[in-house]
């Protein structure tokens, strides 16, 4: 069976401070994707990134970069010079291909509060 | 439409009664899904929705859950006899194909409180 791990339940840190948030994630397939969501105070999921197990390539968006690593099965995700707008639940997933469809299994989501 | 929508945004029911759960996915998307997002639990999936049919049901916690979409567009989950251990925000989201690496749309959820 799959599963996500994010360890940490919340996160408060101060503006323009930088932050990762931890994702472990397990599975013997070797085909798969995985994701992080940043659901605000609204309630619905934003999709922030998808990275397939075939490519390792960190990526970088503006201030939010992401850590592949597929040697300890981790996708962290770090908010460099984070603002009180990135206050949200992040959560990371994991989607197999075999599923035939994508069918998201959920970590249990990171509490990020940035205080001004 | 410009996102998914879904409606109620809450609902509070009696222990018993049955309820339905809508959901407008973004006008194209073929594929739909439901997931349930509660404390316990966190969130799980559902059911998978490929045009009007359910190819994955085995999400649906019992026989008491039951789900339909017609047209390839509007969907309703349907939970007869409700629990109390029913209660938490149903979440549903569309993508345009259901292909893996596809971006998934959500709405902002059903809080469902069962009294």
């Known amino acids: 069976a799959q599963k996500v791990t994010q360890a940490q339940t919340e996160i408060s840190v101060v503006e323009k401070e930088d932050v990762t948030l931890d994702c472990v994630y397990e599975?013997?397939?070797?085909?798969?994707?995985l994701f992080w969501y940043k659901q605000p105070p609204s309630g619905e999921l934003v999709f922030l990134i998808r990275?397939?197990?075939?490519?390792?390539q960190n990526e970088i968006s503006g201030r939010y970069s992401w850590n592949f690593q597929k040697s300890t099965s981790s996708f962290n995700f770090t908010i460099t010079a984070s603002q009180v707008v990135d206050s949200a639940v992040y959560f990371c997933?994991?989607?197999?291909?075999?599923?035939?469809?994508?069918?998201?299994?959920f970590g249990t989501g990171t509490r990020l509060l940035v205080s001004p | 439409g410009a996102g998914v929508s879904q409606s109620p945004s809450n609902k509070v029911t009696e222990k018993g009664k049955d309820v339905e759960l809508r959901c407008d996915p973004i006008?194209?998307?073929?594929?739909l899904y439901w997931y349930r997002q509660s404390l316990g639990q966190g969130l799980e999936f559902l059911i998978y929705?490929?045009?009007?049919?359910?190819?994955?049901k085995s999400g649906l916690p019992s026989d008491r859950f039951s789900a339909e979409r017609t047209g390839g567009s509007v969907s309703t989950l349907t939970i007869q006899r409700t629990q109390q251990e029913d209660s938490a925000v149903y979440l549903c989201?569309?993508?345009?194909?259901?292909?893996?690496?596809?971006?998934?749309?959500f709405g902002s959820g059903t809080q469902l409180s069962v009294l």
């Open positions: 006008s194209g998307h073929t594929a």
């Open positions: 929705f490929q045009g009007n049919s359910a190819p994955d």
């Open positions: 997933a994991l989607t197999l291909m075999n599923t035939g469809f994508q069918k998201l299994v």
């Open positions: 989201a569309s993508s345009q194909a259901g292909d893996f690496g596809e971006k998934l749309f």
């Open positions: 599975t013997r397939d070797t085909t798969y994707y």
């Open positions: 990275r397939n197990s075939f490519d390792e």
